[in-house]
């Protein structure tokens, strides 16, 4: 049977909500260990936790929900039916960690990146038994302590380009699809450790999240043309901006403060930061102290109204409930009951 997309905006790491495939669940790993824990969406709690591979980082849904993919040191597969690792896939012989996935819009195949600066190409993602490895290509040259590319990008409407930010050469960089992956530069140079990027529904311009330098550089959302190649506003938010994801009527973006435990959303046809929503005190509840609070990845509903963001150091998940309104944040601690 055909798939027919459903949203205007494309989630590589929760790809199944743009094909109607309804929420169950939500997945946070822990960083700092080497699990996943599964969060049932409709009693709010944590209900399972899964062992994969040491420091699992991001995970990535297939189009059709039925599995989850976790990059860490190895990358691993659960079924979410039963809820269970169906296959590991060593990482040996990367010299980094896998750290991101992002699902391509076909649903066959996945990017999944590591940090040593290589990108690879995952093909037959549907049946764990058959995933295999398609290509291997380096984007970035090792140079330790890492070499990462960027986290989520943008696969073209078109499907002839993928679009991503460079975290190590801070810049942001195209893949033509349809030319074995060959780089584009799009913007050389200006962003500071740029993670996340989303672009507008029309692709006219896209928005990254510039973590900042540790020596004091702020971060910020930048906005760039990728046509021109040039950084066209500035947008202050919170403190090391790091997550982004886009609302499925393109009318905001949506990006997380690292540091401040909160998010922010920018509206954009201004390009102003219509409001942000803090968690700080949910965090304080639950006994998280200090001055980095950690909130990372980020995803949407499929109707919008809901954020669900990943605070991967501790295996939890936070939620903000009614977007735009109340704002209401819910943080779910990793602890199955």
């Known amino acids: 049977m055909e798939r027919v997309c459903r949203s205007r905006h494309f989630d590589p790491i929760r790809p199944h909500r743009s094909y109607g495939v309804a929420d169950r669940y939500e997945f946070v790993p822990n960083r700092t260990a080497d699990y996943v824990n599964v969060f049932d969406l409709s009693t709010r709690r944590c209900i399972k936790r899964l062992t994969v591979a040491p420091s699992p980082d991001v995970t990535a849904t297939t189009i059709n929900g039925r599995l989850l993919y976790v990059a860490g040191r190895d990358l691993a597969v659960i079924d979410l039916e039963e809820l269970r690792v169906v296959r590991i896939l060593p990482g040996q012989g990367f010299e980094h960690n896998f750290y991101a996935l992002n699902a391509f819009p076909e649903g066959r195949r996945m990017f999944l990146f590591c940090g040593d600066g290589q990108i690879v190409v995952l093909d037959k993602v549907e049946d764990p038994r058959r995933v295999c490895i398609e290509k291997v290509f380096r984007v970035n040259r090792w140079t330790p302590p890492d070499s990462s590319v960027g986290g989520k ?84 938010v919170g403190r090391r901006p790091a997550g982004l ?16 435990g909160s998010i922010s959303a920018i509206d954009t046809e201004s390009d102003e930061v219509v409001f942000t929503a803090s968690a700080a005190a949910q965090y304080r509840a639950a006994g998280i102290t200090g001055d980095h609070l950690d909130i990372e990845g980020v995803s949407v509903s499929a109707d919008g109204q809901t954020l669900y963001a990943y605070a991967v150091n501790y295996g939890a998940l936070v939620v903000f409930d009614d977007l735009g309104g109340a704002n209401l944040p819910t943080f779910m601690p990793g602890e199955p009951s």
């Open 245 to 260: 994801t886009m609302s499925p009527d393109g009318r905001l973006v949506y990006v997380t403060n690292v540091q401040d």
């Open 153 to 236: 990008g943008h696969f073209t409407a078109d499907g002839r380009r993928y679009i991503n930010a460079n975290w190590h050469t801070h810049s942001v960089f195209g893949l033509d699809l349809a030319n074995d992956y060959a780089l584009i530069t799009l913007v050389p140079g200006g962003f500071s450790k740029p993670d996340d990027l989303v672009m507008t529904l029309d692709e006219r311009k896209g928005y990254t999240a510039s973590h900042g330098d540790l020596a004091g550089l702020p971060g910020a959302v930048q906005v760039f043309d990728p046509e021109a190649g040039c950084i066209l506003r500035t947008i202050p």
